[in-house]
């Protein structure tokens, strides 16, 4: 138990479906990220949000819809992706974006487009 | 660009035995570098960190090294077990010098019995 919880862990979706992401963290934290990890490749930041604001989109297509309701969630909504787009999201937790420090994984949702 | 790269993409030791995972960095204003072990169908889980004023850090069986001369990071694992099989990945925080880690591909440890 890592203190960030991601559902669903498994997602098939076709390309014109519409699903989203969810991640919680009860660590108490006030950053959350969104990282893809596709295989024999180095994680992707994909979007930061600190304090519910997004601080970070690292260029990412627009068929990616992050959603930060408040510090303790995070969405991410899918709609009209591409098969390359299947890897794993995990979601990460942080005390805040101003320094470094340990972040906090949750256990990622695999993601399969057909 | 900045990148983090990993010697061995696999590596198998044998149980009981020194792990050694090293790492190389190209960013010289990282100042901050972490550990990560990634076991299969899971997230990432920190291991040990280590900021650049310090060359060596020790945590419980794992100690980190930090040669900021040639920029190289080594993970050891003393006493390996059959729980340390997974893939570890380093990071660094590169030039923002906050969160934007730069993570490496990652190195693949098997542990033999």
Request: glycine share 8%; proline share 4%.
């Amino acid at each position: 138990e890592t203190g960030v919880t991601q559902t669903p862990r498994h997602l098939v979706m076709g390309m014109t479906n519409k699903k989203s992401l969810k991640c919680e963290q009860h660590l108490g934290h006030n950053a959350m990220y969104w990282y893809k990890q596709s295989a024999k490749k180095p994680l992707e930041l994909m979007f930061v949000y600190n304090f519910k604001e997004q601080t970070e989109n690292n260029s990412v297509p627009s068929r990616f819809s992050p959603e930060c309701p408040n510090s303790s969630h995070l969405f991410l909504h899918l709609h009209t992706l591409q098969p390359e787009d299947s890897a794993l999201y995990l979601c990460a937790s942080s005390l805040g974006t101003s320094d470094t420090g340990e972040l906090f994984f949750g256990e990622g949702s695999r993601l399969t487009v057909l | 660009g900045e990148s983090v790269g990993l010697h061995l993409p696999t590596l198998s030791v044998q149980e009981g035995d020194n792990s050694i995972i090293n790492c190389a960095y190209s960013n010289s204003a990282s100042d901050y570098f972490i550990w990560y072990k990634q076991e299969s169908g899971k997230g990432p889980q920190f291991i040990i960190d280590i900021r650049s004023n310090m060359d060596k850090r020790q945590g419980q069986r794992v100690t980190v090294l930090l040669n900021k001369t040639v920029k190289h990071l080594s993970l050891q694992i003393a006493a390996t077990q059959p729980g340390d099989s997974a893939v570890y990945f380093c990071a660094e925080n590169g030039p923002s010098g906050t969160y934007k880690y730069i993570f490496g591909t990652g190195t693949r440890l098997k542990v033999l019995a």
